[in-house]
Structures are given as structure tokens and as C-alpha cells.
């Protein structure tokens, strides 16, 4: 079921992220963390059982004045399908955000996508090679900004696409044993592997400081 909806999302979803701009990834990636700390808003925008009409509205109430409306318009495309699992929901727009990203990259060429994932695997060779940073990065206890400005300074190049994916990836929010979840669950889009980032999104389905707007909803 979410390996089919998935990929109706991607098809029909082609020209509105095609389209798109960073502002509308990092919103998704903001809903992403409104739904991962809420089990109860999950489950209403996956349960169908009722009236299917009745989950875009609950998209719109929760969402509608403080995204862009193609923001808007995802969230609603992603909650109109059926999930194996409530979690699978959220794993969805975390996709749909990548392959934004990557869709602005590429429109420059397959150079500036190749460039963007350049970008993300030295950053996370970088991180790989030191254990002092890894710690620093996956301290529980230090405040998102900090982290951001640690990332920045490790990837001074970064191209603005791959500043929002290092800044989500430093302060996704995660569950960490001992602190050893960087390789492990730093971010579910980087644990699946950054060489997977679409080589475009309507043609394949893909595998600064985040956007907290959503977080008092």
C-alpha cells in the first residue's frame, strides 16, 4: 500500500515539486516534524475510515496559514493516500521534500545536482572522520543554532540547497542511544544513503536553519 502511494504521489506530483522552490521544502520538512511529535495527528491524517474529504481540511486548519499553498497542496496529496503504517505518512513528505531540493539543483543541469550531492558527501565524510564532531552534533542537549553554525563552518561552500539538507540533517529531531546516532539516525533521508538523491523527480522517485513554524500548531 505505502510503495503504491507512494509512487502515485511522485507521478502526480511531478510539476507542482518541479515547480517548487526551498521555501516549500523546508516547510515540508517542518511539517515532517510536526507529525513525528504527534502519534494523534498522524493517525487523523491517516485514518480514511471516516470521510476522506474530511483530511484535507484538517490539512488546512493545521497548515493553511502558515505554509505557501503548493506547501499546502502536498501536504493534502500526501494525506489523501493510504499508509500501511501512520509513520509512513510523514516518511512520505520527507521524500517529497528531498526530491525538491534535488529538483531545484537540477535546474541548473544534472552538474548542480551532481554538485548538491558532491556537497552532502563531504559533509558527511567530514563528520564520519572525527568522533569530537559527531558528539557535538548528536549532543541532545545543544540548542539547534549551535549546531547549524558548526555545520556551516565544516561546509563554508555550501550551495543553499545543500545548506537546508546539512541543517536538517544536524537538527532533525531523533532518538539517540549514547549519543552514537549519527550514522545510525541522523536523518531517515541520510541513513537510506545522499547517493540516492533523485536524478529527477519526474522521471525517478528519490529513496541554514530549518523552518520551526510549524512547531506550535
Not at 27 to 40: I, Q
Not at 156 to 170: H, N, Y
Amino acid at each position: 500500500m505505502t510503495t503504491e502511494s507512494l509512487a502515485s504521489l511522485q507521478s502526480d506530483l511531478a510539476e507542482t515539486l518541479r515547480a517548487a522552490d526551498l521555501k516549500v521544502a523546508d516547510e515540508l520538512f517542518a511539517a515532517v516534524d510536526v507529525m513525528d511529535t504527534s502519534a494523534s495527528l498522524r493517525r487523523s491524517l491517516t485514518d480514511l475510515r471516516g470521510s476522506p474529504q474530511s483530511v484535507p481540511a484538517v490539512v488546512r486548519r493545521l497548515f493553511g496559514d502558515k505554509a505557501a499553498s503548493t506547501t499546502v497542496a502536498v501536504l493534502e496529496a500526501v494525506a489523501s493516500r493510504r499508509w500501511s503504517r501512520a509513520r509512513d505518512l510523514s516518511d512520505a513528505v520527507e521524500t517529497l521534500a528531498v526530491t525538491t531540493v534535488a529538483a531545484v539543483a537540477e535546474r541548473g543541469g544534472l552538474h548542480g545536482l551532481e554538485e548538491l550531492e558532491a556537497q552532502l558527501l563531504g559533509f558527511r565524510r567530514t563528520v564520519s572522520e572525527s568522533h569530537e564532531l559527531q558528539r557535538a552534533l548528536a549532543d541532545g542537549q545543544a540548542p539547534d543554532e549551535a549546531k547549524q553554525k558548526l555545520a556551516a563552518r565544516l561546509s563554508p561552500q555550501a550551495s543553499s540547497e545543500a545548506r537546508l539538507l546539512i541543517d536538517r540533517t544536524v537538527t532533525a529531531p531523533v532518538v539517540c542511544a549514547r549519543q552514537r546516532c549519527w550514522h545510525a539516525s541522523r536523518s531517515r533521508w541520510l541513513r537510506g544513503s545522499i547517493v540516492g538523491l533523485p536524478r529527477s523527480p519526474w522521471r525517478r522517485a528519490s529513496t541554514a536553519p530549518t523552518s520551526r513554524s510549524f512547531r506550535q500548531v
